[in-house]
């Protein structure tokens, strides 16, 4: 089953994907910040897509957040997400972007086409 990383500040939003992506099949983790989802990186979570949002509170935004986890594990997927601009960082090979609002189904399908999805 794969794992999704989820990394968005506003705690509804948090929940209403998790809870979208759980009843896909997949298995989240959270972390309501940037700076939180780096120090488990760092930790050895293991995840197979990284989900975040671009604007956050704390040191570390979600492009930072990208860049680190790239520089450690660069064959893992991203989706940045926001709903404060535009896409401001060009895209590594691997790497999407989603503006806010957006629909789970959305998500989803750029995540198939990234080669995740449940078996």
Same mark, same amino acid.
């Given at each position: 089953?794969?794992?999704?990383?989820?990394?968005e500040?506003?705690s509804? %939003? +948090?929940?209403?994907? =998790?809870?979208?992506l759980?009843d896909? !099949?997949?298995? /989240?983790l959270?972390?309501p910040t940037?700076?939180?989802?780096?120090?488990?990186?760092?930790?050895?979570a293991?995840?197979?897509?990284?989900f975040?949002? %671009? +604007?956050m509170?704390? =040191?570390?935004?979600?492009?930072?957040l !990208?860049?680190? /986890?790239?520089?450690?594990?660069?064959?893992?997927?991203?989706?940045?997400?926001?709903?404060?601009?535009?896409?401001?960082?060009?895209l590594r090979?691997?790497e999407r972007f989603l503006t806010k609002?957006?629909?789970?189904e959305?998500?989803?399908?750029i995540m198939q086409?990234?080669?995740?999805?449940v078996?």
């Amino acid at each position: 089953m794969p794992i999704i990383l989820i990394v968005e500040d506003e705690s509804l %939003i +948090r929940e209403f994907i =998790a809870d979208e992506l759980v009843d896909a !099949g997949f298995e /989240v983790l959270c972390s309501p910040t940037g700076d939180d989802a780096l120090q488990r990186v760092q930790s050895g979570a293991r995840f197979d897509l990284l989900f975040t949002d %671009i +604007r956050m509170p704390g =040191a570390v935004d979600g492009w930072e957040l !990208g860049r680190h /986890v790239k520089d450690m594990l660069p064959d893992i997927p991203i989706v940045y997400v926001t709903g404060y601009s535009e896409q401001t960082h060009a895209l590594r090979e691997n790497e999407r972007f989603l503006t806010k609002p957006y629909r789970a189904e959305d998500l989803l399908k750029i995540m198939q086409g990234m080669g995740i999805s449940v078996s």
